[in-house]
């Protein structure tokens, strides 16, 4: 028999339970019982979803991060945050989302505001973790109280449970040394904590243990495998029995080594590593358990169950039991539950696969490798007609879009002069003071934003209502602008509902969920938009909000987009054709809104690539080809406007250093980055490369409630202008603010005006 098993789900709530009690927890309206009960009831509930599978995964839930989880079970706590008096669960939040020094607090008093800990995306997923914090005196304790409790918890229900836990060299890998000093020294002590952890799930009746090592899939140099060898003949002798999981691509050159671990099971996504399944089975030795992730993990579309018994079959004659299978990583990248979506197009839905519709796949394979295809004949039969039609679908494919990616040719990338003289044009247009201040588009979101959309969604709130409710908050934002003295403007984006779906609600080719949430960091989570076909704009997007935005303003209005590579990289993609040639199809449709802006006399226009580094392949050997199509895609976008139209592009979370000849390359007049956490030394990067056009370098760190100083973003700017000639600096903010408060934005704002000021009479 295979044995049918999941590597974790989602457990944010199919109706994002579990934001909403954080949300009120965090303000102080419900009770820390009213919270663990939502837990539990989560739990509790997604086991029972699970029920069927053999093995179930325990430990996968979260009440904010599972790597900031690992911190607490190793004991690895921030100095910070270390000899907190009050509970472990707030002090946990603590860590998460850091607390102001003037916050509403109980134990400001005593212990002080702190800095969140720093937070960046898991592996090449749209996930944000928690990064732990290593230092050379870095020591770990084991409190295993988690996992145990709920252990428990699943055994009491009669869950057939598979505690999950982060690997000890993953865990190292993703952490941060804050002194500089070396985090492989810190593995033995680290790994004298996991055999606690292995021996106290053993105590608990755990036989299997899924010890997640991702790292695999990347490319490691020999210090680091090394210790992935050394770390699992230290814990061979433990009572349970490991099954290592890898996801999110293939094994490369680490797969004999990951071949060879001593461990009882490996788990291969066997959706991007097929092709390895051979060589990783020539390394097993004959007792050990081969894992496949065959269901996509990442993706919404319906496994081709009968393409996957194909290889299945065989592979189970020769293995038996030794096969398991599963999805290729956690279903914690998918939506819960298709079910719930009440108006998805009808044929788009057929096609369509969520996390519990993937478990359901698996059963029906488990069953076909158990009892023959005859045993699950109709399933077969039902989804083999979901996938003729998806290949078969006029939406799918238009002819005519094709056509006009046929006629691309290199000259739509390029703008009409070099930089230099558009910037002499640009800024007789734009007469802009020294360091000109901006935002990066996003004010908050507030509650009555949100409501008005959701009145307008659910038919209660007409067009025209809706829109007088945009054009309210629009016109606030830019009134505060005006009062703050910024010198370009935005509008504010509130009519969006996030940067990348609000697009794709209005392209074709597109489909979008009404429930298919997915977390991205805490409590935040993305509704990503389902490229299904080939894509169109059928008519402009953004021009009459922005237009609107500049009729109360004699300053720059920036007209705001998103560009294709960012579009592509937080939309559940077309797994039919390459990712490149999606892309390329969002860059004309873009590129149509540009053009559309420029004309109704939109005289800055922002392209946000935020997740263009993002989207890096996990291997460095993929990225040259990656970028190479990302970049032209953004050209394509933006460089079809005149001279004196100025292109600025904005990126967060980024380290520049190795792609910077790329960020050059894209040619956008100015970039706004996030640097304020990085002590303007993301800079460098810029520096060393004589990066020639206009940089703002973000001078606060939007992710905090703290309100910067103005001599603080004087500091910071001082430094930015020992690396960059100041007549190319701008001062802005490190991301968009719409996770923030109007209290907090205001403050820092006028701060940041001020600091400008400041540093244009000392030039
Ligand atoms: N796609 C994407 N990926 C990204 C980012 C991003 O901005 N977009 N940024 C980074 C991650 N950062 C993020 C920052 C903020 C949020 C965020 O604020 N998300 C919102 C949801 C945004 C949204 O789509 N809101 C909808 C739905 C709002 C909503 O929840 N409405 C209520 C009803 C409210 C009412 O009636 O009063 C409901 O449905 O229950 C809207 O505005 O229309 C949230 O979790 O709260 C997400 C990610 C990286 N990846
Ligand atoms: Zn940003």
Known sequence: MSLVHNLGFPRIGARRELKFALESYWKGESSRDA???????????????????????????????????????????????????????????????????????????????????????????????????????????????????????????????????????????????????????????????????????????????????????????????HALTHAYHELKSSRVKILL?????????????????????????????????????????????????????????????????????????RLGDRLWIAPSCSLLHVPVDL????????????????????????????????????????????????????????RVNNPAVKEALGKLD??????????????????????????????????PQTAEIRHARSEFKAGRLDGAGYRDAMRTEIERSVREQEMLGLDVLVHGEAERNDMVEYFGEQLEGYAFSQLGWVQSYGSRCVKPPILFGDIRRPKAMTVEWIQYAQSLTQKPMKGMLTGPVTILNWSFVRDDQPRSVSCRQLALAMREEVLDLEKAGVRVIQIDEAALREGLPLRKSQWKEYLGWAVEAFRITANGVEDETQIHTHMCYSEFNDIIASIAEMDADVITIETSRSDMELLDAFDSFKYPNEIGPGVYDIHSPNIPTPEHIVALMRKAAERIPAERLWVNPDCGLKTRQWEEVIPALANMVAAARTLRKAA
């Open 410 to 443: 290199a000259s739509l990338g390029r703008r009409r002069s070099a930089y230099a003289e558009r910037a002499a044009k640009q800024s007789a247009r734009l007469k802009l003071p020294a360091y000109p201040t901006t935002t990066i588009g996003s004010f």
């Open 245 to 317: 999981a890898t996801y999110f691509g293939t094994l490369g050159d680490n797969l004999y080594l990951a071949g060879k671990l001593p461990v009882a099971g490996i788990h291969l996504d066997a959706i991007n590593a097929r092709g390895e399944v051979d060589a990783l089975l020539g390394h097993l030795s004959s007792h050990k358990v081969l894992s496949l992730g065959v269901v996509n993990g990442r993706n919404i579309w319906k496994t081709d169950l009968e393409g996957a018994l194909e290889w299945l079959e065989p592979l189970h004659e």
């Open 35 to 225: 919270l663990t009960a939502q837990g539990l009831a989560l739990r509790t509930r997604h086991w029972a979803e699970q029920a069927g599978l053999d093995l179930v995964p325990v430990g996968d839930f979260s009440f904010y991060d599972q790597v900031l989880d690992m911190s607490f079970t190793l004991g690895n706590l921030p100095e910070r945050v270390q000899g907190f008096h009050g509970d472990a669960l707030d002090n946990y939040f603590r860590v998460a989302r850091g607390r102001s020094a003037a916050g509403a607090d109980d134990h400001v008093a005593c212990c002080g505001g702190v800095a969140a800990g720093e937070m960046t995306k898991w592996f090449d997923t749209n996930y944000h973790y928690i990064v732990p914090e290593f230092t050379a005196a870095t020591g770990f304790k084991l409190d295993a109280s988690r996992l145990l409790d709920q252990l428990a918890e699943a055994k009491a229900q009669g869950v057939n449970a598979k505690p999950v836990i982060i690997g000890p060299v993953t865990y190292l890998w993703l952490g941060k040394s804050k002194d500089g000093s070396d985090k492989l020294a810190l593995l033995p002590r680290l790994l004298a904590v996991y055999a606690e952890l292995l021996e106290a799930l053993a105590g608990q009746g755990g036989q299997w243990v899924q010890v997640d090592e991702p790292v695999l899939v990347t490319e490691l140099d020999d210090d680091w495998r």
């Open 339 to 394: 079910d719930g979506e009440q108006k998805l197009d009808a044929d788009v839905k057929s096609w369509l696969a969520f996390a519990l519709q993937k478990l359901d796949e698996l059963k029906v394979l488990g069953t076909a490798l158990h009892r023959g295809r005859d045993a699950v004949k109709a399933e077969l039969a039902a989804n083999r007609a979901a996938l003729a039609s998806r290949r078969g679908s006029p």
